[in-house]
């Protein structure tokens, strides 16, 4: 049986995989402005409903993540949107390497290839699910075992249980909106947590490790009531540091001119001039932006970095040898273990705290990478990541197991492996995703012939209009892949209001205005209904 012969194959089953029913006709905007309103509460509902029997000192394997994944650690959308791009890179990795040969082009190979990659999703959520829970991140509580006189194993399949639930919802929720809302759930969810995450980095009050409240508005009204920082530490080295990083004051300012950078980038374009051939002076214009792709690709990357960061971690403990060093905190009544796993994959770093008096678990961190091929891997997330005196101070314990500080180059050649990693997977992701989701130069000019449109002074054909859009979608692609992978790059470096991140500020913002284009989008079909042809509805 070849390949294609495989998958005609499984055709009949991946048809009747459970889906949501596309609507017959039209929906009216308003009422696809209130499908997608209302998949946005339930989204914030599900990210507040606590996993039954999760004990608070498990830990959050995909906390540097969090922020693009869409999930919320504790809560039924702890996975987020993770499998359904996990299984997009999967699928888009073997279109591109030529493995899949389906002809996307072709109604029936594009549907045979939908179904096998909602199929692979629900593949990817026991995959993502099973090893946090059975490697000891998720952990079971041993009081609510223990008063339901019921094993641990018992809580930890409830747990497991309960993710996946949390992980189809969040996958027919996403098919929800594609089909009867406005963009597309994955765009919506990301926008959701991210704006949750700078609106906390601003307004939160809860004080953090340093003594300082979360939000930088409260944080500067904590300092000049206080008086924190006097006139003469602002000045100092250290002082500095503390306004500028600590503060918050750089994240702030670079926040805002990612912002205003990407819309700016969004709305540059190349508009080819068309013209309606059955309808005289009916003329528009096809705009090719500089961001053609958009940045979803950059999801891809994240992503495929998540997921080598998770095997990483979940081996490591494993394949090499463990070290542990203890220290004791008597203000907070706690025991401090830090543990260091080596193995060819390189050196990680984890920290546990312990009750003093009954022994329990009060905290971990997940492990971090702090030298050899999965740090190098591992992305950049903000100044703690390369300014050597934070390196430090974020990794505390080295020195009690022993182990030599991060040296200067280490910090160097992170910074250009990450730096590589984006723009060539940048690059990459953007080529296999204009080729997937029918925004290549064939099948845009398919579609332009198709509603009746031409470019004016050229013969209307679909090669003709082919071969116009063919000498700049490539060129912009790739342009805007290295653009948009700078971009995230520099937001990465210099941090981001609320921990977002880089790549999650760069999401939420051309999300958002590409979300606005759509509603715009909308209502134009709504006044005109002949353009509905032209959008492929």
Known sequence: MNQQSFFYAIEPFVRRLPAVERPEGHVHFKKKLSWTVGILVLYFALSNVSLFGLSPASIDLFGMYRAFFAGSFGSLMLLGIGP??????????????????????????????????????????????????????????????????????????????????????????????????????????????????????????????????????????????????????????????????????????????IILFVVFVESTRVEIPLAHS???????????????????????????????????????????????ATTTDTASGVNIVYTAYSSILGTFTSTSSYDMVTGEMVSATSPMPISGLMYYLSPINSPHDWIPSLVTSSNPGMELLGLDPIAGWQIWLHIFTDAFVLIAGGVIFAIFWIETTGMGAKSVAAKIHSSGLQVPGHRRSAVSIEKILGRYIPKVTVIGGVIIGLLTLVASLLGTLGGAGGTGLLLAVSITYRLYEQIASEQIQEMYPMMRRFFGE
């Open 84 to 257: 359904i791009v996990t299984a997009s890179i999967v699928l888009q990795l073997l279109v591109g390497a030529g493995i899949i040969k389906l002809n996307l082009t072709d109604p029936r190979d594009q549907a045979i290839f939908q179904g096998t990659q909602k199929l692979l999703v629900f593949v990817m959520i026991i995959v993502e699910a099973l090893p946090q829970v059975l490697g000891g991140y998720l952990l079971p509580d041993q009081g609510l075992a223990a008063s339901l006189g019921v094993s641990l194993g018992m809580i930890s399949f409830l747990i497991f249980f309960q993710i996946c639930i949390g992980g189809v919802l969040i996958l027919f929720m996403d098919e929800i909106v594609s089909k009867w809302g406005i963009g597309s759930g994955v765009g919506l969810f990301i926008v959701a947590g991210v704006s949750q995450q700078l609106i906390t980095g601003l307004f939160n009050w809860t004080i953090g490790d340093q003594g300082l409240p979360i939000g930088v508005i409260p944080k500067w009204i904590f300092i000049f009531t206080n008086n924190v920082l006097g006139l003469d530490d602002v000045f100092t080295t250290s002082g500095l540091e503390r306004v500028f990083i600590d503060g918050g004051i750089l994240a702030l300012i670079t926040t805002i001119v």
């Open 278 to 324: 059955a309808v005289r002076g009916a003329r528009g214009r096809f705009p090719v932006k500089l961001i053609y792709a958009s940045v979803l690709p950059m999801i891809l990357v994240r992503a495929l970095q998540a997921n080598i960061q998770m095997m990483g971690t979940l081996l490591v403990g494993r394949i090499g040898t463990v070290t542990t």
